[in-house]
Nanobody, 119 residues
Framework: QVQLVESGGGLVQPGGSLRLSCAAS????????MGWYRQVPGKERELVAI???????NYADDVKGRFTISKVNAVNTVYLQMSSLKPEDTAVYYC?????????????WGQGTQVTVSS
């Protein structure tokens, strides 16, 4: 079982920046993938940014050039630096860790952190 705790959400004006953090209770070095997703009411959860199985990063098209995912293995934490924020970035942001357990992939989610972009 992996516990994920997000922090760093809040209210920010358009054009502003926020950094989200996701602290994991297990070594993130061993994770198959780790990433950030977001969800707004009435819509499906969508991928924002991810460290893939080979360590490469992938981003949703609408955040490329504005968001950066990073991690520090020593403290088992993944970050999402968000810049040039837009009102449409408003959502609950979730951290996800996927790991291989008993030959199967298992997904773990944090509780989510609200990001609101508004003037």
């Amino acid at each position: 079982q992996v516990q994920l705790v997000e922090s760093g959400g809040g209210l920010v004006q358009p054009g502003g920046s926020l950094r989200l953090s996701c602290a994991a209770s297990a070594s993130i070095f061993s994770m198959y993938t780790m990433g950030w997703y977001r969800q707004v009411p009435g819509k499906e959860r969508e991928l924002v940014a991810i460290f893939g199985s080979g360590g490469r990063t992938n981003y949703a098209d609408d955040v490329k050039g504005r968001f950066t995912i990073s991690k520090v293995n020593a403290v088992n934490t993944v970050y999402l630096q968000m810049s040039s924020l837009k009102p449409e970035d408003t959502a609950v942001y979730y951290c996800n860790a996927r790991m291989v357990t008993g030959g199967k992939l298992a997904d773990y989610w944090g509780q989510g952190t609200q990001v609101t972009v508004s003037s």
